[in-house]
């Protein structure tokens, strides 16, 4: 089976202007999440869809970021408008549905959108 | 407070040779999972290994073990036989039961395996 696919792969943009990260994770994947890694930092937890819907949304930073899961399927994560600090590698991962609170809830991740903002 | 802390953050080891990466965990939840990932070059990320927190024994796939010591909550990932291609960097993680569907994760460790 096809895994988690991400784009773009690495993104370069200036400060205050907009981008757009995909996800699309394992096909009949229920539960999507967004994590992210600053430079030397650890991965942090961003926001969990299950389906089309926001589960937890706690470690969304600001309210310039946005993410959306239309249909339940792939995913996207706008960041507008971007700042220095937003830069890092963002993770997509997905796992299956009722794994979501499973102690072995093994997450599926894609290889990642890197982020650059000048 | 819910924290995983690798304080490797570089290793080397001769190929061949075992090594162990430490990770050590804190969580006030009694129920949780402890993982490992693999982060090659290429960037995705790769699930290697699971321990819950009731399992009485240290998980085993293949090559990888997980030295569980929850008493001390450390959650040390161990390959044997290093070959090259294990050179990557390597996250811990760990995900409460209870208070959550987050995942926690350390800092990484990058392990160079040397011919």
């Known amino acids: 089976e096809a895994g988690v696919t991400q784009f773009p792969s690495h993104s370069v943009i200036e400060k205050g202007q907009t981008v757009t990260l995909r996800c699309d994770p394992i096909s009949g994947h229920d539960n999507l999440y967004w994590y992210r890694r600053v430079m030397g930092k650890e991965i942090k937890f961003l926001l969990h869809?299950?389906?089309?819907?926001?589960?937890?949304e706690s470690g969304m930073p600001n309210n310039r970021f946005l993410a959306e899961r239309t249909g339940g399927t792939y995913s996207t994560l706008k960041v507008q408008p971007a700042e220095l600090e937003d830069s890092g590698v963002y993770f997509c991962?997905?796992?299956?549905?009722?794994?979501?609170?499973?102690?072995?809830?093994?997450?599926?991740f894609g290889a990642g959108s890197r982020l650059t903002v000048l | 407070a819910q924290k995983i802390t690798q304080t490797q953050p570089g290793m080397f080891v001769q190929e061949k040779e075992a090594v162990t990466l430490d990770c050590t965990y804190d969580?006030?939840?009694?129920?949780?999972?402890l993982f490992w990932y693999k982060q090659p070059s290429s960037g995705e990320m790769i699930f290697l290994i699971y321990?819950?927190?009731?399992?009485?024994q240290n998980a085993t796939e293949g090559r990888y073990s997980l030295n569980f010591q929850k008493a001390r909550k450390s959650a040390n990932l161990v390959i044997s036989a290093s070959q090259l291609g294990d050179s990557a960097m390597y996250f811990c993680?760990?995900?409460?039961?209870?208070?959550?569907?987050?995942?926690?994760f350390g800092t990484g460790t990058s392990l160079t395996v040397i011919p």
């Open positions: 993680a760990m995900r409460p039961l209870r208070t959550g569907n987050q995942f926690y």
């Open positions: 991962a997905s796992s299956p549905r009722g794994q979501a609170h499973s102690g072995a809830n093994v997450l599926t």
């Open positions: 969580t006030s939840d009694p129920s949780y999972g």
């Open positions: 321990q819950g927190s009731y399992d009485q």
């Open positions: 869809f299950v389906k089309e819907s926001k589960q937890d």
